[in-house]
């Protein structure tokens, strides 16, 4: 560290410029707005609004899937894991990569051919839509919530290191979390889901270009030698030593890391924004094609991780990061100021706030239309509604989803509420994929086993949650002087999981009386596996 | 679609889903994706389980500083790699051509 910078940081650690980070930011909102609007101009129908008029290709899907799913969490608080946990952050990034493997192999063509714009429409496929439609439109709900939530909560803490407005200020930090809140619903109310694709791809860019250009300058700096980067990020963290290539700094229960790990890569292929994207395509094969691209590019990104974590290690160091405001998610911010000064870390610091605006407009828009679709226009209505009706209910929920997003996001502001990632990834997990995967694979499978997988696996979460030590007990951020606590593991997930695929069975055998549909069964596997029938693209 | 076969009765996609042409891509699909979603899920549990229970092996260097965790986590990323990369030769050479022929039949019948 030159001298210069050590004055800077010495001011309470406070660095780059204000004015920088902001006018690169405002470029960025007004691209992404510039691109919006145009999209805005063939946004007429429902399959414009909520698929993008499925015109998309596989490769552009792909992009916008890697700008959907690397959330802040995964860029800032992977790199900073790593920084400060050493191996433990890497471990985490596995998981989240090997889970696309459950979408490619077993989802994502499956249920481009079979819905709609909804993992409602393939759920219900051959069940009794209003139960089945509601049951999926609540889990699709609560999943969207809870990573929304986490997300805005987030922000916050950006906001004290990027545009040093101190946590002191909250007046000052909830403006900026409104903000955000209403350019996201500007996004999705004016460009639908083609103009929310355009900033997750445009998002996605700017974030593996940059990670890029940082991981060779810090490769750079050790001669293109890992061992030797490794080297300096083990001197560099007195406290931790040697620990920090090793598993074990951040997860010390075992049972809890398993749990974790199912969630994660169980959970990847049930969240409901993840799977609305594969109705952007015009068909299957460029369904997987964009799996594909997501998972290269999710892949090299988590790689870059690993050198940007060790790396920030090794040139910041792991007490600077922790004593900074935003703790370890300042860990790839200050390292891109270590490196390239002002300009680099204004660069970071727009990046990972269009990161934050990217995830949190796919989410309001897939919540916003699981409402419309499933439970305005299936389970009110009956299915008797018209297309454009449909659509202005998905608009007026975006605008009120927008503004719970706002509420929440300032009123959760500075609580660690990370857990709340790890729990939409469990409820996808638990709730979605079983009942997705037997619906899809499983003749028998019926209604009552839909319903009860869906509601059973939610519940457990839940349950498992609110009595684990997350949310009371000594070591909980909510309620800290009560004590209920009596499921001691951090995430549902190695119980809710397998408890949620056996309560699909369970309630199929329940059911086992109720009429088989042969020819809904027959049209849902024909079409699911060769594309006979499915919802076309829409040509402008 | 000729009337004259024996599920006559049933729609397109019922009489299509007792093809033996039908059966044929459901078990090339599944012969495929199932084993192989099997044994990705065991080798990252496995490695899930090696952090957890044996950090002393994961610990072991083996170049420089780069030890046995570190490589087995970077296996991940070339299986993963690897197998995306498999699944879409086999689904282009065994799968596509199948489901295309398929669909022509559906939806010229329809």
């Known amino acids: 560290m030159n001298p210069g910078t050590a004055a800077v940081l010495a001011q309470a650690e406070h660095v780059g410029s204000v004015g920088l980070n902001v006018s690169i930011f405002g470029a960025f909102v007004l691209v992404t707005l510039l691109f919006v609007y145009r999209a805005s101009r063939t946004n007429k129908t429902a399959s414009d609004y909520y698929a993008a008029g499925r015109s998309f290709t596989g490769p552009q899907n792909g992009v916008a899937i890697s700008g959907d799913y690397l959330s ?78 986490a997300q805005m909560a987030g922000a916050g803490g950006l906001i004290a290191l990027l545009l040093q407005i101190p946590n002191s200020n909250r007046f000052g930090q909830s403006v900026v979390i409104a903000v955000v809140g209403v350019l996201m619903i500007v996004y999705v109310l004016v460009g639908g889901m083609k103009g929310t694709t355009y900033v997750q791809m445009i998002k996605a860019v700017l974030l593996i270009l940059g990670a890029a250009v940082m991981t060779v300058w810090v490769l750079g700096k050790f001669g293109f030698n890992l061992s030797a980067l490794l080297g300096a990020a083990v001197e560099n963290s007195p406290k931790r030593g040697e620990a920090l290539l090793n598993p074990g700094l951040q997860y010390t229960n075992p049972i809890d890391f398993i749990s974790l790990g199912l969630a994660l890569v169980l959970g990847t292929a049930g969240l409901p924004h993840i799977l609305m994207r594969f109705y952007t395509v015009p068909t299957a094969k460029e369904a997987r094609r964009s799996v594909v691209w997501a998972i290269w590019l999710i892949g090299i990104f988590y790689l870059f991780t690993l050198v940007l974590g060790y790396g920030a290690a090794a040139l910041v160091g792991p007490d600077r990061i922790s004593s900074a405001p935003g703790a370890v998610n300042s860990a790839a ?85 990370a857990f709340l990632v790890a729990l939409a990834f469990a409820v996808a997990a638990s709730a979605n994929l079983p009942t997705i995967l037997y619906s899809l694979f499983w003749k028998k499978f019926n209604t009552m086993g839909a319903l009860f997988s869906i509601y059973g696996g939610l519940a457990a979460c839940v349950l498992l949650i609110i009595f684990s030590p997350v949310v009371s007990g000594p070591k909980s951020v909510i309620f800290p002087n009560s004590d209920f606590v009596l499921y001691d593991l951090q995430n549902p997930g190695i119980v809710s999981i397998p408890l949620s695929f056996l309560l699909g069975v369970i309630g199929t055998y329940v059911g086992r009386r109720e009429p088989f549909n042969t020819a809904r069964f027959a049209e849902m596997e024909v079409r699911s596996l060769t594309g006979a029938g499915s919802e076309k693209a829409v040509a402008h | 679609m000729s009337t004259t076969g024996e599920r006559s009765t049933g729609t397109i996609y019922e009489q299509v889903q007792d093809s033996p042409e039908f059966a044929d891509l459901r078990s090339r699909l599944r012969r495929f994706v199932f084993p192989m979603s099997a044994a990705f899920l065991l080798w990252y549990l496995a490695y899930v389980l090696l952090a957890s229970y044996a950090p002393g092996f994961m610990s072991i260097k083996v170049i420089g500083n780069i030890n046995v965790g570190l490589i087995i986590g970077l296996l991940q990323f070339v299986t993963t790699f690897a197998i995306t ?26």
């Open chain 2, 85 to 110: 990369t498999i699944y879409v030769r086999y689904a282009n050479k065994y799968l596509d051509p199948a489901a295309e022929r398929l669909r022509t039949q559906i939806e010229s019948a329809t």
């Open chain 1, 333 to 417: 911010p200050l390292l891109a100021f270590e490196l390239g000064g002002e300009i680099l870390l204004g660069l970071i610091s727009a990046v990972a706030f269009a990161t934050i605006l990217a995830v949190v407009a796919g989410l309001t828009i897939t919540a916003s239309a699981s409402f419309a679709h499933d439970v305005y226009a299936n389970v009110i209505k009956k299915g008797e509604v018209a297309p454009d009706g449909e659509v202005r209910v998905a608009r007026i929920t975006a605008l009120v989803i927008g503004a719970l997003a706002i509420v929440g996001g300032i009123l959760v502001n500075g609580i660690n509420i």
């Open chain 1, 72 to 149: 802040a969490a995964s860029f800032l608080g992977i790199a900073g894991a790593i920084a400060v946990n050493g191996y433990d952050g890497f471990l985490y990034s596995v998981g989240f990569l090997v889970a696309w493997l459950v979408a490619l192999l077993l989802v994502a063509e499956l249920l481009r051919n079979t819905g709609k714009f909804t993992m409602g429409d393939v759920l219900s496929f051959r069940m009794r839509q209003r139960p089945v439609r509601a049951a999926a439109a609540t889990s699709t709900l609560v999943v969207s919530f809870f990573y929304l939530l």
